[in-house]
């Protein structure tokens, strides 16, 4: 069965810091991988996903992932934070099929902090 | 393109009482998910709809709980005799089967509180 481990429940980083959330997973095969971001009492927003080409992918609001198959990793970064991207952070992998139990499993979540 | 919409975004129930909540997904979506979210956890899988079928459900999803898609667009999620351990957020999220790439869009849930 496949996982996702978010080894850090929160972490705090200065406004204009640069922030890496760590994500590994486990999963038979080539994966399908997901950021996800969500804000207090709201759904969650897809921020980028990998699925094959490039281990570098970009997304929304200046963020970008690194795939490593090596290490079972797929690390978010961002150059400098804002305010506004205080919220919680959630990695998920996929089957890639789109359907059924195995079609996103979630890790537990990192909560940002971003202090002034 | 509206999104997911899911109704009510709040509700508040005594323990035994039934609740019903609704999920309106993105119009050309035929897959359709259930997730619950309960406070500090990631989203967990209930169970899944392609079209009308409903083709998986968790180990979550206890005989209380019973989800349809009756023309394959809305969906409903219901609890019957809700216990306080019901207490969650309630996501639905839907996905296009074009593409294949398994990305789900996600409404901004149902928030379920049990007395």
């Known amino acids: 069965a496949q996982s996702v481990t978010q080894p850090d429940i929160h972490i705090t980083v200065s406004e204009g810091a640069s922030l890496e959330l760590r994500c590994n997973y486990s999963y038979g095969a080539t994966p399908y991988l997901f950021w996800y971001v969500q804000s207090p009492g709201q759904g969650l927003q897809l921020l980028l996903k990998?699925?094959?080409?490039?281990?570098l992918v970009q997304g929304i609001k200046g963020f970008e992932a690194e795939f490593k198959r090596s290490q079972s990793s797929f690390n978010l970064r961002k150059p400098s934070v804002h305010w506004s991207d205080a919220a919680e952070y959630f990695c998920a992998v996929g089957a890639g099929s789109g359907g059924g139990a195995d079609g996103l499993t979630f890790g537990k979540g990192t909560h940002l902090i971003i202090q002034p | 393109d509206t999104g997911v919409s899911q109704d009510p975004r709040h509700k508040i129930t005594k323990r035994g009482q039934n609740v019903t909540f609704r999920c309106d997904p993105i119009?050309?979506?035929?897959?359709l998910y259930w997730y619950r979210q309960t406070l500090g956890q990631g989203p967990e899988f209930l169970t899944y709809?392609?079209?009308?079928?409903?083709?998986?459900k968790s180990r979550l999803l206890s005989d209380r709980f019973s989800a349809e898609r009756p023309k394959g667009s809305f969906s409903t999620l219901e609890i019957q005799r809700t216990e306080q351990g019901d207490s969650a957020m309630y996501l639905c999220?839907?996905?296009?089967?074009?593409?294949?790439?398994?990305?789900?869009?996600f409404g901004e849930g149902s928030r379920l509180t049990v007395l």
């Open positions: 999220a839907s996905s296009s089967r074009a593409g294949g790439t398994g990305e789900l869009f």
């Open positions: 709809f392609q079209n009308e079928a409903q083709l998986e």
């Open positions: 990998y699925f094959s080409g490039d281990t």
């Open positions: 119009s050309e979506h035929n897959r």
